[in-house]
């Protein structure tokens, strides 16, 4: 459904301690694309990345990258952790941690080397954290942090790019500066970038592709072909009912549909949500 | 006799084959304490430490029994010690502490047998009081090739761990994301760690060997904020205390009660606190300069 997908995702499944976590869950994404994982809390979100990165091994299905199966060290993948913020008291600065990016796998002292330096100001430069590369990243705010984590994941030139919930700590102006570098990173540098996320809206305007997650299960597409009432419902297995409200998209449950709404609620606002005034 | 006040040296200072094993010795102790402090106190894992150090007793007062040097007791506690935190789960971030404090709590139960016996066989507490509170002056000049050997290891540790050790103290999941096999690094850092509480225990005593790990380390952590500056600060205000505190050590001999000398650990413990304070200066008075 991709051509030459970078990430391909077959059929794979997960238990965790007898529970099932993810079933069947199929999707690829291809270079210069970045999609959204959109689901709410506990949909799996992490797992599925965890399962991505092989520090999750999956009982069912397999994940291949760049047409390989995937194998624990891979440079092929960035990846930037769920609600990371720093100590202040970390002697690290900036280009320190963007440093790590380069070769912070690799045994013994880091010989002092032009070109890494070179590399790592570039890469600092690229995502707009020029001015504060000399800082401490645990005094950086919580948007600062971020694009030096993006740098950090970026600089070993990996051709996936993961970054789980980077929106969660942010503010809605630096989530969607942040969201327009990502953008921009997928599309300048033929980069696959897979953003999870609770919320679908900050993402809507440089989604190219969604993979929508709920109750272990995924569809997988873009914005038009995944976010309507017909494919939700079937994922959520109960009627839900998708609204357009100024340029935002609210998915509801269906008008006199009185079945369990945990699956819907963290996906869009929850008041709105639950209001018969809206749904109707 | 010259009277004391003549000159910060006192006669005979550089003669003494004592000074010149404390001053070796010392300082390959700091050296090594301060580098894998950084470590720790970027860890969090300074209760670790702080344990490893009281369990430095345990070996302290079974070499004494043993007849064999305190060194060699002491190490051998330390890295069985770390392997049982290992076993029972010192990895994972809330099993950690408790870890930690179990293994501590046996290895002092342990030591409270053995420190008796000590008393009872050796009929004396001189030598309870010098595994607890050290005497850099006391040790025995052929310790210093076993010295060599483990501060060699720790170093190489340390440097052959730097970058992924590093990577996983910022953050475990973007380390193993990058194929850094987190828990084979953090239990080799552990028995580097093991290593120099035992060389800090066995020069300033087991007690206060944590002083030795935390201090210059939290120090050098005010002052800096790159990991190799840290590192290099650390060791210097180390070295710089323990230096400093077996000349004061000895100078003390002069002091009242005159002619026994103050014990060396209470000058090197005294002077890395002081390092500790002056280092929270600067932060201070540029918070003053802004308000």
Request: one cysteine or more; charged letters at 15%; hydrophobic letters at 50%.
């Amino acid at each position: 459904m991709v051509d030459a997908p970078i990430l391909s995702v077959q059929g794979v499944g997960v238990r965790l301690s007898g529970r099932e976590v993810l079933r069947e869950v199929q999707f690829e994404i291809a270079p210069g694309e970045l999609t959204g994982l959109i689901g709410s809390n506990g949909a799996g979100k992490t797992t599925l990345f965890r399962v991505i990165l092989g520090l999750q091994a999956a009982s069912a299905g397999r994940v291949q990258l760049d047409g390989r199966p995937r194998s624990r060290r891979n440079p092929l993948i960035g990846y930037v952790p769920q609600k990371f913020l720093l100590d202040p008291d970390m002697p690290l600065r900036a280009r320190d941690l963007v440093s790590l990016g380069v070769d912070g796998q690799r045994l013994g002292v880091p010989w002092p080397s032009r070109a890494r330096r070179a590399l790592v100001a570039e890469m600092l430069e690229a995502v707009g954290a020029g001015d504060f590369a000399g800082q401490r990243v645990g005094l950086l705010s919580g948007g600062e942090q971020q694009r030096v984590l993006i740098a950090h994941a970026l600089v070993g030139r990996p051709k996936l790019l993961l970054l789980d919930e980077p929106l969660a700590n942010l503010d809605l102006r630096a989530g969607q500066e942040v969201v327009t570098l990502l953008a921009r990173i997928a599309h300048e540098r033929e980069v696959a970038v897979l953003i999870s996320a609770h919320e679908i809206n900050p993402l809507l305007p440089v989604m190219d592709r969604i993979v929508y997650l709920a109750g272990g299960r995924a569809v997988s597409g873009t914005v038009e072909q995944v976010v309507r009432a017909d494919v939700l419902s079937e994922l959520y297995g109960s009627h839900v009912d998708v609204l357009n409200v100024h340029g935002r998209v609210l998915v509801v449950a269906g008008a006199g549909d009185d079945t369990d709404m945990r699956g819907h609620e963290a996906a869009l606002p929850g008041a709105l949500a639950r209001s018969d005034g809206v749904a109707s | 006799m010259s009277p004391p006040s003549a000159s910060l040296i006192a006669s005979g200072f550089f003669a003494s084959e004592a000074v010149h094993t404390a001053v070796v010795v010392g300082a390959v102790a700091a050296v090594v304490s301060g580098t894998v402090g950084v470590f720790m106190v970027m860890r969090a894992q300074s209760f670790a430490g702080e344990a490893l150090g009281d369990i430095s007793t345990t070996g302290g007062s079974a070499a004494l029994l043993a007849g064999v040097g305190p060194l060699t007791g002491i190490v051998v506690i330390d890295v069985a010690a770390v392997a049982a935190m290992e076993l029972v789960g010192i990895q994972r971030p809330r099993g950690r502490d408790l870890a930690t404090g179990i293994v501590l709590g046996a290895a002092l139960g342990l030591s409270a047998l053995l420190l008796y016996l000590d008393t009872i066989y050796h009929n004396t507490t001189g030598a309870v009081v010098t595994i607890l509170f050290g005497s850099v002056f006391t040790i025995d000049p052929s310790t210093i090739p076993l010295v060599g050997v483990l501060s060699a290891l720790a170093l190489t540790l340390v440097a052959l761990l730097y970058r992924p050790l590093l990577l996983s103290s910022v953050s475990a999941e973007m380390a193993a994301a990058r194929g850094v096999r987190v828990r084979l690094i953090g239990a080799c850092y552990l028995l580097a760690l093991a290593v120099a509480a035992a060389l800090a225990a066995m020069t300033i005593g087991t007690i206060l060997s944590t002083a030795l790990l935390v201090g210059p380390a939290a120090t050098a952590l005010r002052l800096t904020r790159q990991p190799a500056s840290a590192i290099a600060l650390a060791v210097t205000v180390g070295v710089a205390a323990m230096w400093v505190g077996v000349l004061l050590a000895y100078d003390s001999f002069y002091w009242p009660p005159h002619g026994t000398g103050w014990p060396v650990s209470f000058f090197v413990v005294a002077l890395i606190f002081v390092a500790y304070l002056l280092a929270g200066l600067p932060a201070l008075l540029r918070r003053r300069a802004r308000a």
